[in-house]
């Protein structure tokens, strides 16, 4: 059975990241780790949240054409490896955890890719879960407030939308979506 290129997207603060983590939990999956230029978080590491690489070396990346996609956004560019991608879809079905523009150019280059958004409940929950994460700035915030609109704003252009309520049953249904599929790749 060939294995699926599983692209998750949706606004900042959605949760998406802990989905990523429960999906990876059950085992079969490999996460593609993206390279960035913008600074590291606490608690995040190199090689495991991002590679964090600078402006230099993402641009020499560009230029090899090493990246299966990349965006440039708060200043920062964000782009999907593409070695590691195609190593890995030989042996598991990958998750690109990915902004929407980044995720609109990999079904441009592969259709057969499954495009998931995840949407809040509400906006305003959305906005709170940001400010809760409270590793941003004000200004940072509120950038990433406006780039939501944006985003949800693609949202008909995905294959699948699912809103993170419950976590465990925004989880059990990307989970139904991916087996539904897997059935049908060829
Ligand atoms: P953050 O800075 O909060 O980790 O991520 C900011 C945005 O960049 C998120 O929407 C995230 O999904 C997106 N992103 C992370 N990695 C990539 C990537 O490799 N390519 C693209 N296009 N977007 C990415």
Do not use: W
């Amino acid at each position: 059975m060939k294995n699926l290129l599983i692209v998750i997207s949706g606004p900042s603060g959605v949760g998406k990241g802990t989905i990523v983590k429960e999906l990876l939990k059950k085992g079969g999956y490999a996460l593609s780790v993206s390279c960035t230029t913008r600074g590291r978080r606490e608690g995040e590491e190199d090689g495991v949240s991002y590679f964090f690489v600078s402006r230099e070396e993402f641009e020499a990346k560009i230029a090899e054409g090493g990246f299966l996609e990349y965006s440039e956004h708060f200043g920062n560019y964000y782009g999907t490896p593409r070695s590691f991608v195609e190593k890995q879809l030989q042996t598991h079905d990958v998750i690109l955890e990915i902004d929407v523009d980044g995720a609109l150019d990999v079904k441009r280059a592969r259709p057969e890719a499954l495009l998931i958004m995840v949407l809040p409940p509400d906006r305003e929950e959305l906005k709170a879960r940001l400010v809760r994460r409270g590793t941003e700035s004000e200004e940072k915030i509120a950038s990433r407030l406006a780039r939501t609109d944006y985003e949800l704003s693609k949202t008909e252009l995905y294959d699948y939308s699912v809103v993170n309520g419950v976590l465990g049953d925004a989880v059990a249904e990307i989970e139904s979506i991916i087996k539904a599929n897997k059935k049908t790749i060829k």
